[in-house]
T-cell receptor, first 115, second 114 residues
Framework: AQTVTQSQPEMSVQEAETVTLSCTYD???????LFWYKQPPSRQMILVIR??????QNATENRFSVNFQKAAKSFSLKISDSQLGDAAMYFC????????????FGTGTRLTIIP | DAGITQSPRHKVTETGTPVTLRCHQT?????MYWYRQDPGHGLRLIHY???????DKGEVSDGYSVSRSKTEDFLLTLESATSSQTSVYFC?????????????FGPGTRLTVL
């Protein structure tokens, strides 16, 4: 079974600085997808970014980018120019390309933005 | 906005009572999912559906049943609620083509079982 590990329960960053959230995963598959979701205090789960394992190029979405290291099974999220609205729980998730294609989530990292 | 609503948004109930949570989508997406969120566990899949009357179990399905009689509605039932089922429940739908599809989540239901 696939597992996703987020080893940083909490992180903090100064406003306007850059922060990187870590995620590692374990799988024997070669074809899969990885995601970062953001959960602000409103509790809504919001998709931040996705990465296809077959793509070597790292995904980017405005201030959010990933560092995808397939051999190391690592998928970190970098947030540039941190803003107060970035404060949230961040979840890393894995999705197989076979079967029911459910998401397997990590336990989350709580990000605090310091003004 | 993926057009997903959940009802109720909050519920307090007592041990042993039946509870049904509803997930409604405004479009005809085939796949729907129920997850629960607990501290220290992230989100875990309870059940999912891949069409009307087509459902299957996830990793934490014990004590839950689901039904999908219409494309737009996916119901989660706790036949006899227990305190261990106190949690936040999220419904999700899968949108997009096979290569680009992504799950989008509803606003969640906070359930407290006393």
């Amino acid at each position: 079974a696939q597992t996703v590990t987020q080893s940083q329960p909490e992180m903090s960053v100064q406003e306007a600085e850059t922060v990187t959230l870590s995620c590692t995963y374990d799988t024997s598959e070669s074809d899969y997808y990885l995601f970062w979701y953001k959960q602000p205090p409103s509790r809504q789960m919001i998709l931040v970014i996705r990465q296809e394992a077959y793509k070597q190029q790292n995904a980017t979405e405005n201030r959010f980018s990933v560092n995808f290291q397939k051999a190391a099974k690592s998928f970190s999220l970098k947030i540039s120019d941190s803003q107060l609205g970035d404060a949230a729980m961040y979840f890393c998730a894995y999705r197989t390309n076979f079967g029911n294609e459910k998401l397997t989530f990590g336990t989350g990292t709580r990000l605090t933005i310091i003004p | 906005d993926a057009g997903i609503t959940q009802s109720p948004r909050h519920k307090v109930t007592e041990t042993g009572t039946p509870v049904t949570l509803r997930c409604h989508q405004t479009e005809n997406h085939r796949y729907m999912y129920w997850y629960r969120q607990d501290p220290g566990h992230g989100l875990r899949l309870i059940h999912y559906s891949y069409g009307v009357k087509d459902t299957d179990k996830g990793e934490v399905s014990d004590g839950y049943s689901v039904s999908r009689s219409k494309t737009e509605d996916f119901l989660l039932t706790l036949e006899s609620a227990t305190s261990s089922q106190t949690s936040v429940y999220f419904c999700a739908i899968r949108i997009g083509l096979a290569v680009t599809d992504t799950q989008y989540f509803g606003p969640g239901t906070r359930l407290t079982v006393l």
